[in-house]
């Protein structure tokens, strides 16, 4: 059996200035340092991704960019930063496909499973994330869904890339509405994307893929997560914004886990 190390990564959004994200990094080191057995990352704006990264310097802490560019190295694509450029500041992986992304700036599969190649060729971690609207959950398609979205993310990686991707599933209904998924939908759909993965690599890249729940984790619901046999973390979204909050939320998680 692999052990898969859990991983949580607080996505900060649209928050916090570059001085803002510096202080928090401060804040929050010492709070993670003797945590032992889980991955750690955060996610900042663009603009905060060096000055994170020099603040994290000598740490476990991992740092994210939020977005990536589907199109790169370089070209004419006026606003976009590419996956080697994220590389070149110190960034350790990359949020790919999030729900809002999808939702507000029309991220298709396509694009999605595009950027999971950017940041792959660029030796990024990519987190793509896949999830289902409240109506196709009640339509009872919300499996096929991301099923769906899961192989057009597979359809462009080798055998040997299948294990250097991380999934994170995130019911749109359930980001930033307070509504979590109930740990049995989460189990049932991590194990449906663990079984697909399966099918499209082995065994053994189902076994070691990583795959977290998103959408509404706090402190107080995050072990009922974690200690789901499929679940291997969480992306974190408001309540990775408090150092102190997220570092409660990271310890729960790890007695959970153990």
Known sequence: MVLRTPLIIGNWKMHKTVA????????FLPHIA???????GIAPVFTA????????????????AQNVA???????????????????????GVIVGHSERRRYYGETDTVVAAK???ALNAQLL????????????????????????????????????????VLAYEPVWAIGTGRAATPEVVQVMHRHLRATWE???????AEALRILYGGSVTADNIAAF????DVDGALVGGASLSPNGFAQLIQRSQVASA
């Open 70 to 92: 589907a199109e790169g190295p370089t070209g004419a694509f006026t606003g976009e930063v590419a996956a080697e450029m994220l590389r070149e500041v110190g960034c350790y």
């Open 20 to 27: 803002e994200a510096v202080a928090y990094v401060t804040t």
């Open 34 to 40: 003797q945590v032992t057995g889980i991955e750690i």
């Open 126 to 165: 990519p987190v793509a994330c896949i999830g289902e609207t409240l109506e196709e959950r009640e339509a009872g398609t919300a499996l096929s869904v991301v099923e769906r979205q899961l192989r057009a993310i597979a359809g462009t990686l080798t055998p040997d890339e299948a294990p250097r991707i």
């Open 49 to 64: 991704l060096s000055s994170v990264v020099a603040a994290a310097a000598g740490s476990a802490l991992r740092v994210l």
């Open 116 to 118: 999971v190649r950017r």
């Open 226 to 229: 974690t200690s789901l046999p």
């Open 199 to 205: 099918e499209c690599f082995g065994a053994p890249a």
